[in-house]
């Protein structure tokens, strides 16, 4: 099991660029969810899907940030423009689906700053 | 709306010093609250998940209990290796897919 895998670990880019991130959730997880984590507002939920299908993106801020499950192991949040108020740590998890009880399993993060 | 208060936001201890970290949530109908662990760099990993008031899970030095309106993990003797931060979540039984956090409690285990 070599759990959540996110890319890039780190990404520094100027305000205006877009900006990908990368997930690969744990085989045979069917929920994929993506989290945005600061100092100021904590763990949030921007997105997540079941069975590739985007289920609530409520929590997505505006519509810069965009988000797509083209296949059951991969995932991408996109940000653009990017802005600095966007600096933060992204992580993306995965759990199965149907197993509401079922803990939520993390990646280790993608830190973005933007100038 | 759901949420979830965890107190103290920071707590430090001498090494074999016990004491308890809170977690009080406002949920419509808990399906489940979920405690997590978080090293400096690192996603969240795992702890517990309590289902019903009353119902109690240890691991370790941890001990997890929880309540109607709070949750409490009760550290055990603390070794500095159990310095991190913890963090608990609930889901509604209204919005199972979701899971809504707190902001932690940040503990420092002083050899």
């Known amino acids: 099991d070599a759990g959540v895998i996110q890319s890039p670990r780190h990404e520094v880019t100027e305000m205006g660029q877009e900006v990908t991130l990368r997930c690969k959730p744990i085989?045979?997880?069917?929920?994929l969810f993506w989290y945005r984590q600061t100092m100021m507002r904590g763990l949030e939920l921007l997105i997540y899907?079941?069975?590739?299908?985007?289920?609530?993106d409520s929590g997505m801020p505006e519509d810069r940030f965009s988000a797509k499950m083209p296949n059951a192991s991969f995932s991408t949040l996109k940000i653009q423009p990017s802005e600095p108020r966007d600096s933060a740590v992204y992580f993306c998890a995965s759990r199965l689906a149907g197993g509401a009880y079922s803990p939520l399993h993390f990646g280790n993060g993608t830190r973005l700053t933007v100038t | 709306e759901d949420q979830v208060t965890q107190s103290p936001e920071a707590l430090r201890l001498q090494e074999g010093e016990s004491s308890s970290l809170n977690c009080s949530y406002t949920v419509s109908g808990l399906r489940g609250l979920f405690w997590y662990r978080q090293d400096p760099g690192k996603g969240p990993e795992f702890l517990f998940t309590l289902y019903s008031a009353g119902e109690e899970k240890e691991k370790e030095r941890l001990k997890a209990t929880l309540t109607k309106k709070e949750s409490f993990l009760h550290i055990t003797a603390p070794k500095p290796e159990d310095s991190a931060t913890y963090l608990c979540?609930?889901?509604?039984?209204?919005?199972?897919?979701?899971?809504?956090f707190g902001d932690g409690t940040t503990l420092t285990v002083k050899p």
């Open positions: 899907f079941n069975n590739n299908v985007p289920i609530d």
């Open positions: 979540a609930v889901q509604a039984v209204t919005n199972a897919g979701k899971s809504t």
């Open positions: 085989s045979g997880h069917n929920s």
